[in-house]
């Protein structure tokens, strides 16, 4: 049985949680599926995430993304064909600072971009953990997530 997306309240707008600096750690054990080719799981998400005002952290095609208030192209993805099995434990971390964006897994800083400037525009989507918003697909991350926390601030190296 595949875990149940927990809706936290709606109060929480990309304005309210300063999308310019912004730190996502969450604990994730994925699943086989999870890393399949072809997967699409977020593991925190809010807004649909094939819009501009969203945050996505997740997984999509074996690659682990990380946005906010982008496209889903831009931020970070980081390819997880040999760094990740399933039913592991994992912390990654997300997270963003102005233009940068920088993606941890294990306390192991694993790749940072810059990218152009970004309307941070808000939305009144929920934040969900454990899928996305959209009206056909529900995104639902089939794996166990744990210890999820939304900083608004950037941490810096050797917090992660």
């Known amino acids: 049985m595949a875990p149940q997306a927990r809706t936290m309240s709606p109060w929480l707008t990309m304005r309210n949680c300063t999308p310019k600096r912004i730190t996502i750690p969450v604990r994730i054990k994925p699943a086989a599926s999870t890393l399949a080719a072809g997967a699409d799981q977020a593991v925190i998400s809010k ?56 993606l941890y897994i294990d306390g192991m800083q694993k790749d940072t971009v810059e990218i152009p400037d970004i309307p941070a525009d808000g939305n009144m989507w929920d934040l969900l953990i454990g899928c996305y918003q959209t009206v056909n697909e529900p995104g639902l991350f089939e794996g166990c997530n744990g210890d999820v926390r939304i900083y608004q601030q950037a941490i810096r190296p050797g917090q992660a």
């Open 47 to 102: 807004g649909n995430p094939f819009q501009t005002d969203q945050l996505y952290l997740g997984f999509v095609n074996r690659e682990l993304r990380f946005n906010v208030g982008g496209n889903p192209q831009s931020g970070i993805t980081y390819d997880l064909a040999s760094s990740m099995t399933a039913d592991t434990w994992y912390h990654q971390v997300g997270v963003r600072e102005g233009n940068r964006y920088t």
